[in-house]
Structures are given as structure tokens and as C-alpha cells.
């Protein structure tokens, strides 16, 4: 295993680069530049361009990292799982199938209303459903799963429109099973922030020991005239899951405050990637390229509720040391997935998007049960509606 500041990986940086280089320019990535200088604090953050992404899909990616090449690496990464999450670059069969026997078929430990539809909905029991086979990450069992969780974007969808356009739990690795926990990784924070939607219960973290890392994405900050805050959320999994916010001085300057946040098995890294993906999203409005980026428009603070956020954000009422914050020991990939398999106790189905003859493996990671309530995506599972 090659561990480094935003992730862990069973091949070398160079090597991982290189697949990512030969796969994405494929896909039609044709260039990855670098965003940094755009922005005063100096964190890593490139765009990967793909101009021949689907109607609803993104032209533009972004990657992130505490080093220049991990931030590199990761623009592509994202790029290569945006063009295989695609409809109309499947690998695997779709058929049709309904509500009633995607929850009724054998193996199927969920109720349908576990995978979390949207939000006032109607769900025809017996109407046309399409779905893809998952397989279960523990034992290879295969299962019916809504398509509409596989593709992003599915505008070619021709059966009931349940769950929305998302790429939670969309990634890509080495191997299977590196794609797997980095996506395992980003539904399990997905469920964890949905739950702060409703309720925030986060606290501020003092940074009485932390990594070099973090130490470093901090004074960057700091060195730039901003402020870096990082926020603890206590979870039912015990994993770490940690939110990044730098917040300008002023409360009418034009990105005030940008957000990011991580969980991981590894503190440390779940920092580093809170810190790192809300130095992208700073980048991201900056730079101007990500389509949709107008789109976001109406979910942005408005005025008057940026000094509100900031009282939240900055409130140290039950503060929490970062030497306090859970981690797990990890050695291995195969030992930061049995961490999560077990910190989750749930099944776990995934998705091979990618051919095996690939040399990045991209897959869509659903976990039954967790929830995916975003600003813009009301989905909500009987566990969050039950909290609400």
C-alpha cells in the first residue's frame, strides 16, 4: 500500500499517473491544467477538461491535494469516473424491473424505501424500474439495483424517475477494491453530513497535535490572510469525518466562506481532505469553468446569512482536541475496507463501470440505508426522516 496526504493506493503516484494519463486521454480528457496560482492561499487544485462529456455531465473536474501531483492525479481520476458513469459508455446490461421485485428478490435485506427516493415522490410498486446486477463486496452476491443509482446522468432513462442525478459513491483506484473504499468512503461522509442538514451537531476542533500535513494546509491559509476551522462530527460508525472551512475576513467578500469535508479511517487524511476539497471549492468559483457552477447560484448564502454561518461555523461551545478524534489503524487496503465494513455493519453493493482488461478500475459503491440528502437532492430514508 502507498499512502499519501488524500488517499491511500496500492500502486506508486507515478505509476497511478501514468494509468490515469493513458485511460483519461481515452475518454477524451484533453487537457489537465493547473488552477493554483488563480487563488492566494497556494493548496493544489487542478481542472481536467473533457469536452465531450454527456448533456447534464461535467465538462470540467476538479482535483485536489496537499502535493502539486496528487492534486494532478485526482483531476483525472474524477474525469475517468465521470466518463464511465455515463449512460451511453455502460459496460454492464440494464433491464426492466419494478419496485416490488427489487425489494422483494432474494438476498435483498432492504425495504425499497431504503435507497432513499426523493422526497415526496411517487413510487408505482409495479411500474417499470430500470436496473443494473450489483454484486455484494463481502461474498459476490449479485442483486437488482435502480440504474438511476448507477449512471450520472441518466437522461436516457425510460422507467420511472426515482433518486435524481448524483455521483455519490462514484470512484476509481488501481484495483477494484481501491475504487471500492475511497467509494465507500464518500457515501459513508454523504450520510453523516445529511444528518448535520437537519442537525448540526459538529464541534470545533482544536489542532493541539496535528500531522505536518495539516500543519501545512493551515499556515497556507493563515499566510494568505484567512482563517482555517476544522469541525468534528461524532457518528454512529465512529469513523472520522472532519469539515474544512476557510473564512475570509469580511462577510462581503465574494467566497466569504467555502466548505469542504472528508471521512476516512485514517484522521488524518480525512482532514487533509476537508481542508483540501474546500480550498477546491474556493477554486472552483474562481476559475468559473465547472458547468455548473450558475446552477449553484440560489444555494449560496445570502446576505445576512453569511455572518450566521460563521457564528456556526466559528462556535467553540463543545470543543474537541484533534488528538481525540477516532482513528484506525490502517496497514493495507484491504485492512482500511475492513475497517469501514465493520465501523458500517450494512451490505455493500458495487458496480463495475470500467472493463477488467482496464488498468484503473471505476466503480459506483450503494449502501441500502445510508442517506444522500443534499442542498439540491431532497433523497430521504426512513433513518433521516425519523431524525426530522
Known sequence: MHRLTSSLRSAPLAETAARAEAVAAELGVTRVTDTTWLDSIGIPVFASIRPSAAPGSLCVTAGKGVRTEEARVGALMEAIEFARAEYGARTVEVFDSTPHEVASQPGA?????????????????????VCVMAEDVVDGTRIALPAELVFSPYQENPGQRLFGTSTNGLSSGNTVDEATVHGLAEVIERDVNAFNHIADRSRLVELDSPPPEVAELVAKVEAAGLRAVLRYTPNEFGLPYVAGFLLEPEDDTPIAIAHGAGLHPVRD???????????????????????????????????????????????????????????????????????????????????LLSTVDEPLAVVRVIVPGLESLTHDLNRVGPRLAARA
Open 109 to 129: 435485506e432492504f425495504d425499497f424505501v431504503d435507497l432513499c427516493p426523493l422526497l415526496g415522490k411517487p413510487v408505482d410498486p409495479h411500474g417499470r424500474l
Open 269 to 351: 487524511i480525512a482532514a487533509v481532505r476537508g481542508l483540501c476539497e474546500a480550498a477546491q471549492s474556493r477554486l472552483t468559483s474562481i476559475h468559473g469553468g465547472r458547468d455548473d457552477l450558475l446552477a449553484r447560484g440560489p444555494y449560496r448564502p445570502r446576505d445576512g446569512e453569511v455572518a450566521a454561518l460563521r457564528a456556526r461555523v466559528t462556535d467553540a461551545t463543545d470543543p474537541v482536541r484533534y488528538s481525540e478524534i477516532p482513528t484506525h489503524s490502517v496497514a493495507s487496503i484491504e485492512s482500511a475496507f475492513d475497517s469501514l465494513l465493520k465501523a458500517l455493519q450494512r451490505k455493500v453493493y458495487r458496480v
